[in-house]
């Protein structure tokens, strides 16, 4: 029997401390590759051979064993403040545009209505946008500002003339600053949202259409008072399969995209890993640090 549930909202701590500790072993492992990798390319003297200055350079002890910790903490630090906010702008946002709704046949999730989960994501996605655009135009701005009150020196005004047929003075930047001001607060949130939003429901419909007739993401939830359940347990290899076979399938289209033809093998190779180390991370973790909560209705 299918039951349709809603997440109506997202319990913050809990969920910006796993998300966060999770990505620190994310980060972890990725730095313990690094060193892996550099330990082969030191040993091969392959430094050597395509940068002869660096020849002397130990990168095991300069990069490799630094990144150990250095990646991890970043990961964690930059993670609390993403996920908190995230879920955060989820919570605001579920009221008016609704929430993400999973269809579950017991742990399996057999359909990701697409509609719901792609509107609410890519508002969150054009949110963060609109965040980073205005820190952006924060520093532009000024700059442009600067740069029109400075005049241009007469051999550089001269070289662009001659370049472009067309006289040129400082005031020109001014304008230049506006227009890449609303861009950036404007335009980018746009673009987010609607390249965002065709990315989600693609994910949705091949999840949908295609993944499940091979896999399906398991997620066992338990219901603790109400509406309130928790997020106990992540079978590891049904989700990292589903999971991977997804973003091969959206690695076909990118690959076409970017005339990357081999990105569905490399993707599906990634995310079965990273997957793969999340769940078990997740499953770990959570009776030592808490399950992530979720109202569900």
């Known amino acids: 029997m299918v039951d349709i549930k809603e997440i109506k909202s997202i319990k913050l701590t809990p969920f910006t401390r ?21 330990v082969i390319v030191q040993a091969a003297g392959i430094t050597g051979q395509f ?29 609390v403040t993403v996920s908190f906010i995230s879920a955060m702008l989820y919570n605001i946002l579920v009221p008016r545009l609704g929430g993400i709704k999973l269809e579950l046949e ?37 700059f ?22 067309n006289a040129i003075n400082s005031s020109v ?8 001001t609303l861009l950036l607060v404007i335009g980018m949130p746009i673009m987010v949202f609607v390249f965002g939003f065709i990315w989600n429901a693609l994910f949705a419909i091949f999840y949908n ?28 290899m049904p989700t990292a399969f589903a999971v991977a076979l997804l973003y091969a399938l959206l690695g076909i289209i990118s ?27 997740y499953n770990y973790l959570a009776p030592k640090i808490g399950t ?3 109202n569900m209705e």
């Not at 200055?53 to 993670?79: D, E, S």
């Not at 509107?119 to 532009?140: C, H, K, Y």
């Not at 500002?145 to 001659?162: D, G, K, Q, R, W």
Request: charged residues 5%.
């Open 18 to 38: 796993m998300s966060a500790s999770i990505h620190a072993i994310l980060g972890f492992v990725a730095a313990l590759a690094m060193l892996i990798m550099l």
């Open 51 to 79: 940068a002869p200055q660096f020849a002397h350079f130990n990168w095991i002890t300069g990069v490799g064993i630094p990144l150990i910790v250095i990646l991890p903490i970043t990961a964690f630090l930059i993670t």
């Open 106 to 142: 017991g742990e399996d999730v057999v359909k990701i209505p697409v509609i719901a989960f792609s509107l609410i994501l890519s508002a969150i996605g054009a949110i963060w946008a609109f965040i980073v655009g205005l820190l952006m135009a924060a520093f532009i701005a000024p």
């Open 144 to 165: 442009f500002s600067l740069i029109s009150s400075v005049p241009i020196p007469p051999e550089i005004a001269a070289n662009i003339t001659n370049a472009t047929g």
């Open 173 to 180: 930047f001014g304008p230049i600053g506006i227009i890449v």
């Open 209 to 236: 259409y295609l993944v499940t007739r091979v896999a399906k993401i398991k997620l066992e939830f338990a219901n603790l008072t109400g509406s309130l359940y928790e997020l106990k347990n992540i079978p590891v």
């Open 255 to 281: 690959g076409i995209l970017n005339q990357n033809y081999g990105e569905f093998i490399t993707n599906f190779i990634f995310y079965f890993i990273g997957t793969a180390i999340a769940a078990l991370s």
């Open 292 to 294: 992530i909560k979720l």
